[in-house]
């Protein structure tokens, strides 16, 4: 297990619950790509395309919660999977409540 790599995955999840936009940014590289198609831009690559997604998503989305429920690293220190319980309130009324993975790439101690 990679302690630091861990902490930086739970550290994300709250800022973004946080919606605090600057900080999951800090938390990435300049080439960071994610990929989720749930999104307008369904692979956002970079920070300014991960800005606009999370803005929009921040914009919908009143509370956000990551509930970690496993996390699966790479032997190589490098990679995590995780399995996330979310449960997010809509801005418009209503609640969403599904299981998700994520895949997370570590490179210079930011997600990649």
Not at 102 to 111: A, I, N, P, Q, S
Request: aromatic share 12%; glycine share 8%.
């Amino acid at each position: 297990m990679n302690a630091k790599l861990r902490n930086l995955v739970d550290k994300t999840f709250r800022v973004i619950e946080a919606k605090d936009l600057v900080a999951a940014l800090d938390s990435m590289t300049e080439d960071v790509v994610v990929i989720d198609p749930h999104y307008p831009l369904t692979r956002m690559t970079g920070k300014a395309e991960v800005a606009f997604g999370l803005g929009w998503a921040f914009a919908d989305i009143d509370t956000f919660s990551f509930d970690v429920q496993k996390y699966f690293f790479s032997e190589t220190g490098d990679g995590v999977a995780v399995e996330v319980n979310c449960r997010h309130v809509l801005r418009v009324g209503g609640e969403m409540s599904f299981t998700q993975a994520f895949t997370v790439e570590y490179r210079d101690g930011l997600l990649a």
